[in-house]
């Protein structure tokens, strides 16, 4: 599989993409080695690994766009979205007292989600094996600040859909009500594209809506979704981040800022 034209990576300005990410990349390695800061629990920890996270997805939609695949990329991008929920949540609990019991059971939240895996196995374990699992996972319970009631209890919501809400209601930042509800549109987009159903199958970002046939060729157009949503959320999430760190987030957001505009209002379809 060979990448599309030049013409192509140039048009959707992947590289200026890397370049920013990879820049953050090397300036936050060399903060966290001139700060000391080794593996713990903490809220530094979260942060690091959310950077983490979204350093990878970034090269793996770049990857994907390159190839002409922007369903794929839209995909991996519903994470960073989700990254970004989850700091705001931590953000808006900054200063509460019992902050650093979200902290914890976020960590909490690991050993639940391996017992979780565990009891997909059960059938194939012995009674011994079987006991462990539940008693690890009692231990993990008990030793929660928030009731389990499902995968977001860490966050003190039950639903993804009212931890969005809860974000749209916090001033976090100027605009964040608005700028909310239009990644969620796309957060939602990427939900429909990737579900294994009549309409999930049937669409194809960047085939024209004309077109009824199937079409499974690389394609040019489309990848303004993934790269809008990608762009946005990365200014949040890197913000967030240098906050944290006393690093200048200036050299980040205002070149992403750049890429936001230039794939919300100049993305035309190549036939164009």
Known sequence: MRPLSPEHI????????????????????????????????????????????????????????????????????????????????????RNDPDFISYVKDYFLDSEIQICKLADAQKTHMNEAEKKSITDRKNNARNAASRHISSPYWWTGFTHFENIVEYIRQQPISNGAEDLTIRLHALYKLACSVLHSNSFGNQIRLGVDNEFSGIDTRPLTDGHEFSLELTTTTLIFIIGAICTEFNMDHKMYTEPLNDLVEYYRNNAVPASE
């Open 10 to 93: 140039c048009r959707w300005k992947l590289n200026e993409l890397i370049g920013i990410v990879d820049s953050f990349e090397d300036k936050l390695a060399q903060i966290v080695t001139e700060q000391h800061i080794t593996v713990a629990e903490d809220y530094k920890n979260i942060l690091l690994r959310y950077a983490a996270k979204s350093i990878v997805s970034v090269q793996e939609i770049c990857i994907l766009c390159t190839h002409g695949y922007p369903d794929g990329a839209l995909g991996i991008a519903r994470s960073l979205y989700e990254h970004f929920i989850y700091i705001a949540s931590f953000i808006s609990k």
